[in-house]
């Protein structure tokens, strides 16, 4: 499990900390989350980038395929609030048992 990020955004560490609650209320407990720095647009563009913060499981973004990649933005996610810089643990949550369920 990876978390791709750039250090200009102010969600990142949020976003890591509501992962691993999320993977802890799923069970893996034992998951290793690697925190994978995005520093440049050249980094961006080569990783298909989708904005800080990034999830992703076996190479695949865990929220499904950007409209958009390869800039250092942060992302927007939709939560049951409204759009937000970080998923909800709950939405982490849910995703997480569909990406197991396949």
Partial sequence: MSMLYFA???NWRAAGERLRAALDRVGRTDTRIEL?????????AAVGFAGSPTFVVDGEDL???????????????????GLAGVPEVTDL???LRERAGR
């Fill in 8 to 10: 200009g955004c102010p």
């Fill in 36 to 44: 994978v720095p995005v520093e440049t647009e050249a980094a961006a």
């Fill in 63 to 81: 929220f499904g395929p950007p409209a958009t990649v390869g800039g250092l933005t942060c992302r927007v996610y939709g939560t049951s609030a």
């Fill in 93 to 95: 949550v849910a995703a």
